[in-house]
């Protein structure tokens, strides 16, 4: 059995997203005191992602609140409409989140690497390509994996 129930679980999920939020709100007070030179593409790509980890958490204290977050194995669980539902949504701002990280790491590169370096910016946009049609997959693939999003359940 693990040694973390799904108490312990969303409490340390609600630390990493207070966490987050303090590390986020560090960077808006910078940008607001003018350290950077003004809000960038990377800081909205970061925003996103600390909106998709909350939507996240959210969606988890919501299926913990209905007992789908327990030491039960998951064929003992019998998961109704409404769980189903949870952990599809849960799912979807998964997906998205994991691409905001990346995004906003690009975006910085943008606004870092000169003009003046063409190979390393070709390089550049063909990474953000890769990334941009990774992320597109992982979004698809959610949605389109059935004909019609409702026999997800």
Request: charged share 10%; proline share 5%.
């Amino acid at each position: 059995m693990s040694p973390v129930t799904g108490e312990s679980a969303i409490v340390l999920e609600w630390t990493f997203v207070a966490l987050s939020a303090s590390f986020l709100l560090m960077r808006i007070f910078a940008a607001h005191l003018k350290i950077t030179r003004q809000y960038r593409l990377a800081d909205a790509f970061c925003y996103a992602g600390y909106a998709c980890s909350l939507a996240i958490a959210i969606c988890d204290t919501m299926l913990y609140s209905y007992g789908a977050v327990s030491p039960l194995p998951y064929s003992e669980m019998v998961p109704t409409e409404t769980i189903i539902k949870i952990c599809f949504t849960a799912t979807n701002f998964y997906n998205i989140g994991l691409f905001f990280p990346k995004a906003s790491i690009l975006a910085f590169y943008f606004d870092f690497i000169p003009i003046t370096y063409p190979r390393l910016r070709q390089a550049l946009v063909v990474v953000a390509i890769y990334v941009a049609c990774a992320g597109a997959t992982t979004f698809l693939s959610g949605f389109v994996w059935c004909p019609q999003i409702s026999d997800n359940w």
